[in-house]
């Protein structure tokens, strides 16, 4: 089954595609120390939402990149909907080829997608040359909650060896010039609420559509990585988003 596709199907309820709420983001746009005009980059933006509570509480501008033809067109509906298209430019993408001028850009956000980069220490040093010093980063990112079991990392051998824990992912921001400024930690309401909705999605997708030949390995992967949360990672893994400011 295409990738896209089968993300675009699982994450059709989310306004929010990760692990988190909407008072979390609420939160963190509150704690955004942003001037008036200012310019934010939203790199895998998904459907523009943080992006948009951003912009519309700072009088900001901002541009979204995303690299799914699923999430694009929706987030750029959404985007009009809002009477932000003057704002918001929403561009159908890989971040890590979008061009960016070094330090053109207040705010610069990856969150939950730092595969975009290879990974925590390559989105921080992409995203920090995009504000430059002063400018502001705000990553998601997963961490481990507890000391990972053999059978956690045999299902995820090419995700586990690079899970740090909460502390050392700011240590590393730090390391690499960055001010820890606060962090949204998600609690296992949030992982409930971003996973299930994603096995409700698939069910009834497939009962609507039981003529789609992708229904089969829909379910499949869907009812495998819903039964790999609730007996593993539900526990061990962790998810926060990293609110940091690049250092003089």
Not at 1 to 27: F, Q, R, V
Not at 101 to 125: F, N, Q, R
Not at 127 to 134: F, K
Not at 189 to 206: G, I, S, V
């Amino acid at each position: 089954m295409e990738t896209w596709k089968y993300y675009g199907i699982t994450h059709s309820d989310h306004e929010i595609c990760n692990p988190t709420s909407s008072a979390k983001l609420d939160e963190l746009v509150s704690l955004l120390p942003l001037r008036p005009d200012a310019r934010v980059l939203d790199i895998a933006c998904g459907k523009a939402e943080l992006l948009m509570r951003i912009v519309t509480a700072h009088g900001a501008r901002g541009v979204g990149v995303d690299l799914s033809p699923w999430e694009v067109p929706i987030a750029r509906k959404r985007v009009s909907e809002r009477g932000l298209s003057e704002s918001i430019e929403i561009v159908e993408g890989d971040g890590a080829k979008y061009a960016m001028e070094p330090g053109s850009y207040d705010l610069a956000m990856c969150i939950g997608a730092t595969w975009v980069w290879g990974g925590l220490e390559g989105t921080l040093k992409a995203l920090a040359a995009a504000v430059g010093p002063g400018g502001v980063v705000a990553v998601g990112e997963c961490f481990r909650a507890q000391t990972l079991s053999p059978e956690y990392v045999a299902a995820e051998p090419e995700l586990a060896p690079t899970l740090k824990s909460h502390a050392a992912n700011v240590r590393c921001a730090r390391d690499m010039g960055l001010d820890f400024l606060y962090a949204l930690v998600s609690c296992q309401d949030d992982w409930d609420r971003y996973e299930h909705l994603q096995t409700r999605a698939a069910e009834l997708y497939a009962a609507k559509h039981p003529d789609d030949p992708d229904v089969a390995a829909l379910l499949e992967k869907r009812r495998r990585e819903d039964d790999h949360f609730m007996s593993m990672g539900r526990d061990q893994l962790g998810w926060a988003i990293y609110l940091l400011r690049v250092r003089s």
